[in-house]
């Protein structure tokens, strides 16, 4: 039971993670590995205002959320789109965006290092609670809830907005988008941006209740990678279910097991998505 | 053999032999960096071989190279066997266990192989480090060798002249030419009969037989081994950005980013090591919008222009 | 021309796509020697059926044969080894090489695995074939769209296939290149290649093949000689869009 419970809650922060990027890659077609930065950049804001002047994360996340997107907007239309024009291929786009997202991942944690290079502890809401007869603390259960409403909303925005029947069309076909005279660079900057301006959210959130430092965006990049695959590039419902999964395998066996296996068993999952369901969860054979 | 041949066989060998004098020229410092160089010669010039004609982007040294590390250390301090065995057994487990990583991943999108290797050498490091608390009990590894720096330097120069001597008989087989065409257009690869999976795996594996090789023989160099110090993701980039600054599409490419590279990495470590990791995203960047096809690619790109101004 | 023994059995094939059905159960026959026109309006199926032939991707059901060896669902390497040479309907050369690597490729990897001076001289001819004789060591960037179609040609036939198959290789030339395109495959044809073509100018389906089928909808609507199936109702009207 306390696995199940704190598995769920572990991966609900989780799919806000990987709904992020799967904005990135599936729609705009960047596989940004940079993304696990935005989370760490996320939770320094969150920390620094919480220490200075003891701002609750939770308002935290409505100055962090819209510099995020401005940020990433930028980052795709000065750093990415030039490369988007160059490459002659989907290959080679690929290959250019993770050299180029790496490089940018490097420089940020660089300058994030520069700027604290020590852990970012505070303690917030760190009352305990019990649900179920599990014991979780309050700071978990919380991010767990806005997760869920920041998911729900971007749910509703994909599904119920002209511009999210955009974002869509141009994650399905970039060619055919065109062709019904939506702007692909566009639409596909929105997207970048609204993908990191959701990871930034997410890193406020965990920072609540995991303490980062500034090496630890690779890790979250890796997660969010493997649940973007196990639930098919581009498919918001394969995520939020991949996400889940990954929480709740990597809580059951940090508790019973090792909790230095969390990556151990992160990759486990991943090779059996590998060999097994390559396409995603929920995704058909590709053509 | 054709005048075309002999000529870069002739500078090749005036290099290794030059390499070869080194120890004797310089030491202590000097030896030291100059190690660290032949070290990434070998590393980068065998990732190239590989990912240079693939674009499969390769973040695995960091974890093969563990793997010999590791296994050195561990057979020598755990089981009391000599360095030549385990060596041997590290590069063998090493090619195999590339085998299977590019067998599951290789057949699909470059993105999956880049991110399966992204992550790998970190997670052997916890698996490793798991299976060392809770079934061997022992923390500390020592690898008590006679080897001086000049012996390692020496070694290491013997597999990266195997690297090179290994990279120009690929060149001139079907196993080369094969690579080349998948590197064109895998589609056609395939249409004209060319198994491209095995093509690229039996190349993942002589990556990793080759990094572990310089993991094994790194590992007297330190003599106190735990696998934090040689599961390094680190070493994975460096070799990643050193191939891609010297360029990749020719065997001697990666050669040439290497040198100034170590240099500058040294210096920056020492002078300002709070900006390794800026530097090293500044590196990444530099590469991809302003020297893409590295060193060698911008050489000549001008060699054409001023032949073209003739 | 067309005695020969059967060389190809296509038998029952389908492919779905998702829900998609973008073949259903079409079966033929192509005889040794023979040149076999797969004609039928946009989307019919054609290249779907040219790509299960060649091996771009797996049956959903149905069996293929060459010479009696089943070709159905193994990798497109194995098939094109066992004597399938293809070109593409949107030519594909190897950009970073010479034309004649570019056609040595071909000749490198099929089931003679020539090398060497073998396949150099091998593609020197084939080269002086399709007409790029004085155009070999130029980088394959450099040619016309007709000289890199007649590189893939050459590609394709340098992995002396038994069967070959032709994409549009016709479609995008100018009505001089087309006249002299269709000489060519129609010498390759004398030489008493079998030849599999999907094409959509009516001219060389006349001229070239000795019996064509058609597809619409995936499913095979007509079979006969390009005069009886063109003159065809169904196939008429499938043309026009009556259905």
Known sequence: MDILISGLLLGGTYVLIAMGLNLQYGVARIMNLANGEMIVLGALASFWVFTSSMVSPLLTLFLVAPIAFVGNWLIYRLLLVPLVRRAKNQGQLEVDSILATFGMSFVLVGIVVSLHGEYFTYSFLASPLSILGTTVALNRLVAFAFAVVIGLVLYLWLNHSRAGMAVRAVAVNPDSAKLVGINVLKVSALAFAVGGAVSAVAGVLISTFITLDASVGVIFTMKALIIVIMGGVGDIRGAIVAALILGLVETAVATLIDPGLTLVSAYLIFLLVLLFKPQGLFGRAQT | ?310 | ?243
């Open chain 2, 1 to 310: 053999m054709s005048r075309k041949e002999v000529v870069p066989l002739l500078i090749g060998v005036v290099l290794v032999v030059v390499a070869a004098l080194v120890p004797y020229v310089a030491n202590g410092y000097w030896l030291s960096i100059a190690l660290t160089a032949m070290m990434y010669i070998a590393l980068s010039t065998s990732w190239a071989l590989f990912s240079g004609p693939t674009h499969y982007i390769s973040l695995a040294s960091g974890a093969f190279f563990g793997v010999g590390g590791y296994l050195v250390a561990t057979g020598m301090s755990d089981y009391n066997q000599s360095f030549w065995l385990m060596m041997a057994i590290s590069a063998l487990v090493a090619t195999v266990l590339a085998g299977l990583i590019g067998l599951a991943t290789l057949r699909l999108s470059g993105v999956y192989f880049v991110i399966f290797t992204l992550g790998l050498a970190e997670m052997i490091r916890n698996l490793v480090s798991w299976v060392q608390n809770n079934f061997l009990g022992s923390r500390g590894l020592y690898v008590l060798t006679d080897f001086t720096e000049a012996h390692i330097y020496w070694m290491l120069l013997a597999v990266a002249t195997a690297v090179f001597i290994f990279g120009w008989l690929i060149d001139r087989s079907r196993l080369g030419f094969a690579l080349k065409i998948i590197g064109n257009d895998e589609t056609v690869a395939r249409h004209v009969g060319i198994n491209t999976a095995w093509t690229k795996v039996i190349l993942f594996m002589s990556t990793g037989f080759f990094a572990a090789l310089v993991g094994a023989i790194i590992a007297p160099r330190y003599s106190y081994i735990e696998p934090n110090l040689v599961f390094s993701p680190e070493l994975s980039f460096l070799v990643v950005i050193m191939a891609l600054l010297g360029g990749t599409h020719r065997l001697w490419g990666p050669l040439v980013g290497v040198i100034p590279f170590t240099l500058i990495w040294e210096a920056i470590s020492i002078w300002i090591p709070n900006f390794t990791t800026l530097f090293l995203g500044l590196a990444f960047l530099t590469i991809v919008y302003f020297i893409p096809n590295g060193f060698v690619g911008l050489f000549e790109k001008l060699r054409a222009k001023s032949r073209s101004w003739q």
């Open chain 3, 1 to 243: 021309m067309s005695a020969g023994r059967t060389l190809l059995e296509i038998q029952n094939i389908s492919k779905s796509f998702g829900g998609l059905i973008a073949v259903n159960s079409l079966s033929f026959n192509v005889k040794e020697q023979e040149v076999v026109g797969v004609i039928g309006p946009n989307g019919s199926g054609k290249t779907t059926v040219m790509n299960l032939i060649s091996g771009v991707f797996p049956l959903t059901s149905g069996t293929i044969r060459l010479a009696g060896r089943e070709l159905s669902n193994r990798p497109a390497h194995k098939i094109a080894r066992a004597g399938v040479g293809r070109t593409f309907q949107l030519v594909r050369v190897l950009p970073r090489l010479s034309v004649i690597d570019n056609v040595i490729a071909g000749a490198v990897f099929g089931h003679r695995r020539r090398w060497g001076y073998d396949a150099e001289s091998m593609a020197t001819h084939l080269l002086d074939r399709v007409g790029l004789a004085d155009k070999q060591s130029q980088p394959v960037s450099a040619l016309t769209y007709i000289d890199q179609k007649r590189v893939e040609l050459a590609r394709a036939l340098a992995g002396e296939p038994q069967v070959l198959l032709l994409d549009e290789w016709l479609a995008g030339l100018n009505p001089s290149e087309l006249q002299t395109g269709i000489e060519l495959i129609e010498s390759l044809s004398n030489e008493g290649r079998t030849i599999i073509l999907v094409e959509h100018v009516m001219d060389a389906i006349r001229t070239l093949c000795d019996r064509c089928i058609v597809v619409n909808s995936g499913k095979l609507i007509a079979e006969g000689t390009p005069e009886q199936v063109l003159s065809d109702p169904t196939v008429i009207s499938a043309y026009l869009g009556e259905d």
